[in-house]
């Protein structure tokens, strides 16, 4: 059975042996190429290919098009082809549906047996990188909340702004004067870092998914 797959890389003489790399064994058949994200999003959207291979570092960004393949369901799979090592790129690849992160160093018969693989749904990363995802995933776990030199009193009221309650509704739900609470918000804002109570209400958000 023949696998579809479309194509993504800004470099013409990368991309040409690419497809004529994958395309020698009959295994594989690419329906489209692209240079850049827009084009790869485009093309999915059309082609609806069994695996969009796409480079990171193409104009658009290759995480952008992932983003929008994966979510909206353009392409049954996407695998990343790309030089970079970085170990936040990885997991950020992964985490937006990548199936695949391959470096570009891979042989012909390495990445076609790769792709027959994610082609059946499985999930592939270097080994090289395997590591490098895990040291960066234990940095971010481990990092520091944004909250922690909150009270708790303004842990509590940060957690009522964002969910949208005004300084009059958050003082009526913890049984404080509304000014007290503006005096408590002005300190959240200093202590995030945070311009205005939108941004420190995002920034709660994110703290509070970890």
């Not at 992964?94 to 992160?101: D, E, P, Q, T, V």
């Not at 960066?136 to 009193?153: I, V």
Request: net charge negative; no cysteine.
């Amino acid at each position: 059975m023949t696998t579809t797959i479309l194509v993504a890389d800004d470099h013409p003489i990368f991309r040409d042996g690419l497809v004529k790399s994958l395309e020698e064994h009959g295994t594989f058949l690419v329906v489209g190429v692209a240079a850049s994200a827009t084009e790869a999003i485009k093309l999915a959207a059309s082609l609806k290919p069994d695996i969009a291979l796409l480079d990171l570092s193409m104009p658009g960004s290759g995480l952008s098009a992932i983003a929008q393949i994966a979510s909206q369901n353009l392409a049954k799979h996407v695998a990343m082809l790309t030089v970079s090592e970085d170990g936040e790129n990885v997991s950020e690849a992964l985490r937006l549906g990548a199936k695949a992160y391959i470096l570009k160093g891979v042989s012909a018969r390495e990445l076609r047996a790769i792709l027959n693989d994610v082609a059946k749904g499985e999930t592939h990363v270097t080994p090289s990188l395997a590591a490098k995802m895990l040291t960066f995933m234990t940095k971010e776990l481990n990092a520091p909340s944004p909250l922690d030199d909150l009270t708790k009193r303004e842990e509590d009221i940060l957690r009522l702004v964002a969910t949208g309650q005004s300084n009059r509704e958050v003082a009526d739900a913890l049984g404080l004067q509304e000014k007290t609470v503006k005096h408590y918000m002005t300190t959240i804002l200093e202590k995030l870092h945070a311009r205005n109570r939108v941004e420190a209400a995002l920034i709660a958000h994110k703290a509070f998914e970890r």
